[in-house]
């Protein structure tokens, strides 16, 4: 099994950028696939955006919830085993741990949380008004 560090989290203004990093150790994920979830307080654990390898296309395909589009971008550096997630513009209801998953065999959803077989503990990230 894969272990996932997260890191990158912290105390923000309104419309400032933070850029999240997840390393994996173990063994290589640049055939996973990665997402990112999120949970705010007294919520449930969301999905947010998502990385996933077509080997029949040969690329990466993007995934993301509408209330972060055009904000935040995941992407990947396969050389530091690492998935990153750059957040712009940033509100206070993006304010939640911040989670990365790996999924070592694409299930047929990016966006069901169940599907992922490895997680990190976590970072936060506090987005004041």
């Known amino acids: 099994q894969v272990q996932l560090v997260e890191s990158g989290g912290g105390l923000v203004q309104a419309g400032s950028s933070l850029t999240l990093s997840c390393a994996a150790s173990?063994?290589?994920?640049?055939?996973?696939?990665m997402a990112w979830f999120r949970q705010a307080p007294g919520k449930e654990r969301e999905f947010v955006a998502s990385?996933?390898?077509?080997?029949?296309?040969?690329?990466?395909?993007?995934d993301s919830i509408d209330s972060v589009k055009g904000r935040f971008t995941i992407s990947r550096d396969n050389a530091k085993n690492t998935v990153y997630l750059q957040m712009n513009s940033l509100k206070p209801e993006d304010t939640a741990v911040y989670y990365c998953?790996?999924?070592?065999?694409?299930?047929?959803?990016?966006?069901?949380?169940?599907?992922?077989?490895?997680w990190g503990q976590g970072t936060q990230v506090t987005v004041s008004s």
């Open positions: 173990g063994r290589t994920v640049s055939s996973d696939s």
């Open positions: 990385s996933r390898w077509s080997a029949t296309s040969g690329i990466y395909f993007t």
């Open positions: 998953a790996a999924q070592s065999k694409y299930s047929g959803s990016v966006r069901d949380q169940r599907r992922y077989d490895s």
